[in-house]
């Protein structure tokens, strides 16, 4: 009998995914490292940022280490400092800056999976960040360490890995409450197993947590004071060089369409134009320096690459005659909407001001959104 082989997956691990870097990197840096570490904190960020097109060589092998996060290398190196001192790292920003892809990255890099991996919601419990049990094994044998059905956060625990929790304020605080003692005592307490050695489940060398946390979610848990003390914080900004952002939205969001089964025909104006729109709206000024009303919504690049990705799919199996630019002032209007259906008079606005104005400098791009302004409504 035959195995059918296993479907390709939308969105491959960075631990798979870059597996043939890492690999690359723990044999090319053979520095010490922290205990548990794959590669020494020099290597972790070389894998996060690349090695600048640089080849790296180790023996007759030799590579170009791909860079995968964009942002400050500063902030990066306090990260892996972070990590290498076995204190829990917090990363905060606006929806949208690549907090949770850099999370990953660095427990990949770090112990080698990502998975261990908690979302936080208003639904998560505190099972889910500390144990459960298996209620079958449970009832016939009654509590036991095989029962036990330890979360990602006690398996990391245990194997000294890197824990992640995703949207650490939307759990609820006596949640959060949670990690405060895991976090400073680094042990998890398992009462039922009370006089036997699985009583308490300690923390092997290292472990530790990665949070992450957005800035402008409505509705999240504030988090206490004691957890705060347990954090190093990091904020995590918008990309600030407008060609870097151009290049990361032209990589994901052709890798996005590529998934798709299609080909990738948005040519760089119309990414110019959408990165730059994107750009405007979120700064409050345009890059010319004209004032621009910000909408509630947050313009994120992550936001971006969606954008991208629907122009480049709609182009590929339903625009027969290609017309790409036509289809952006639609797809910034369902953009700017989600939050407040007001904000679509600031990007009336934004395009009765800035590009107005850029169309009769002379730009063909922006004279063509101009023209499109009847797209946008009243």
Same mark, same amino acid.
């Not at 330890?150 to 995703?166: D, F, H, K, Q, Y």
């Not at 289809?327 to 904000?343: M, T």
């Given at each position: 009998m035959s195995t059918a082989p296993a479907p390709d997956r939308q969105i491959v691990p960075p631990e798979d995914r870059y597996a043939a870097e890492l690999e690359f990197l723990a044999a090319h840096d053979s520095g010490p490292r922290p205990p548990g570490w794959r590669l020494t904190p020099r290597a972790v960020i070389t894998f996060v940022l690349g090695s600048d097109g640089e080849k790296l060589k180790h023996g007759r092998k030799s590579m170009a280490v791909e860079r995968k996060f964009v942002g400050e290398r500063a902030l990066v190196?306090?990260?892996?400092? +972070?990590?290498?001192?076995?204190?829990?790292?917090?990363?905060?920003?606006?929806?949208?800056?690549?907090?949770?892809?850099?999370?990953?990255? $660095?427990?990949?890099?770090?112990?080698g999976t990502s998975a261990l991996t908690v979302q936080g919601t208003a639904g998560t419990t505190e099972d889910q960040l500390k144990y459960g049990w298996n209620y079958a094994l449970l009832l016939a044998k009654g509590p036991s360490r095989e029962?036990?059905?330890?979360?990602?956060?006690? +398996?990391?625990?245990?194997?000294?890995?890197?824990?992640?929790?995703?949207?650490?304020?939307r759990c609820l605080p006596e949640v959060q409450d949670a990690l405060v003692s895991l976090l400073s005592e680094r042990r998890i307490a398992v009462p039922e197993l009370a006089g036997t050695p699985d009583a308490?489940?300690?923390?092997?060398?290292?472990?530790?947590? *990665?949070? +992450?946390?957005?800035?402008?979610?409505?509705?999240v848990s504030e988090m206490s004071a004691a957890l705060k003390r347990r954090f190093n914080f990091e904020t995590v900004g918008p990309i600030g060089d407008l060609a870097?952002? *151009?290049? $990361?939205?032209?990589?994901?969001?052709?890798?996005?369409?590529?998934?798709?089964?299609?080909?990738?025909?948005?040519?760089?104006?119309?990414?110019?134009?959408?990165?730059?729109?994107?750009?405007?709206?979120? +700064?409050?000024?345009?890059v010319e320096g004209w004032d621009v009303e910000r909408p509630s919504t947050v313009m994120s690049t992550a936001e971006a690459v969606s954008v991208a990705t629907a122009l480049g799919v709609t182009a590929a199996y339903l625009d027969a005659d290609g017309d790409v630019l036509?289809? $952006?002032?639609?797809?910034?209007?369902?953009?700017?909407?989600?939050?407040?259906?007001?904000?679509?008079?600031?990007?009336?606005?934004?395009?009765?001001?800035?590009?107005?104005r850029r169309a009769e400098q002379g730009s063909a791009t922006w004279r063509t959104l101009w023209d499109l302004r009847p797209e946008l409504g009243d």
């Open positions: 190196e306090r990260c892996v400092v +972070t990590l290498a001192g076995e204190r829990g790292l917090l990363l905060v920003g606006e929806p949208g800056t690549a907090k949770s892809m850099l999370s990953e990255l $660095l427990a990949a890099a770090v112990c029962a036990l059905v330890p979360s990602p956060v006690l +398996t990391a625990m245990t194997t000294g890995a890197v824990a992640r929790v995703e949207e650490v304020t308490q489940q300690h923390a092997a060398p290292g472990f530790t947590l *990665i949070a +992450t946390a957005n800035l402008r979610d409505k509705g870097a952002e *151009i290049d $990361l939205v032209r990589r994901q969001s052709t890798a996005a369409v590529a998934r798709a089964g299609a080909p990738y025909a948005v040519d760089d104006a119309v990414l110019e134009a959408l990165v730059t729109a994107f750009r405007d709206l979120r +700064t409050g000024r345009s036509g289809r $952006l002032p639609g797809q910034l209007v369902g953009v700017v909407r989600k939050d407040d259906p007001a904000d679509a008079a600031r990007l009336l606005g934004y395009w009765d001001g800035a590009v107005r």
